[in-house]
């Protein structure tokens, strides 16, 4: 019983990822890991593109549904060693010792993933879901703080959104 209470106290019951406090304090342990070895460090935040109209033209059990199948695809695709959570309604990270290059090579596997297949949605109609994505990395400037980082990737995401979606960007 307090195995289940300790496990639904860190994890998304929809998504069975870690939830944003888990996942933020498990992100920030690595992170710390990282800078003691000297480690690169790497954060992509990923949000779902045009999800609103999912749930507006679908239904909410649609929305579940692609949540759930983001979840699988990310859990899937990333290694192991890697920590990934969803961090808010469609929005996911992963912290990951690497670095920035093999970071946007997983965000770009993760990326080509989610659009390879489609979600049923309901009433025989089928989604196709895809992201967009950034990445930040410690390399860059030494900065091995996971909120950091993690707020050069979500910027950089919103750049991945507003210039075309559906894209990995690891630049300002």
């Known amino acids: 019983m307090q195995e289940k209470l300790r496990w639904r106290a860190s994890h998304d019951g929809l998504t069975k990822m870690l939830n944003r406090s888990a996942?933020?304090?498990?992100?920030n342990a690595l992170a710390y890991e990282s800078q003691l070895r000297q480690r690169p460090f790497s954060v992509i935040q990923l949000d779902l593109d045009r999800f609103k109209q999912v749930n507006d033209g679908y239904g909410h059990e649609a929305g579940d549904?692609?949540?759930?199948?983001?979840?699988?695809?990310?859990?899937?695709?990333i290694d192991p060693s890697a920590i990934a959570g969803r961090v808010g309604g469609e929005e996911f990270c992963i912290a990951l010792a690497v670095t920035a290059a093999q970071a946007v090579t997983i965000a770009e596997k993760v990326r080509v993933a989610l659009a390879q297949k489609q979600v049923f949605a309901g009433n025989s109609a089928w989604l196709r879901v895809t992201a967009s994505l950034g990445v930040a990395s410690s390399e860059a400037s030494g900065d091995?703080?996971?909120e950091s980082l993690r707020s050069i990737a979500d910027r950089r995401l919103y750049i991945a959104k507003t210039s075309g979606r559906n894209r990995v960007c690891d630049r300002d």
């Not at 996942?23 to 992100?27: S, T």
């Not at 692609?66 to 990310?74: G, H, R």
Request: hydrophobic content about 55%; overall charge negative; aromatic content about 24%.
């Open 144 to 146: 091995y703080h996971f």
């Open 65 to 77: 549904r692609v949540l759930a199948y983001a979840a699988a695809v990310i859990d899937d695709t």
């Open 23 to 27: 996942f933020f304090e498990r992100a």
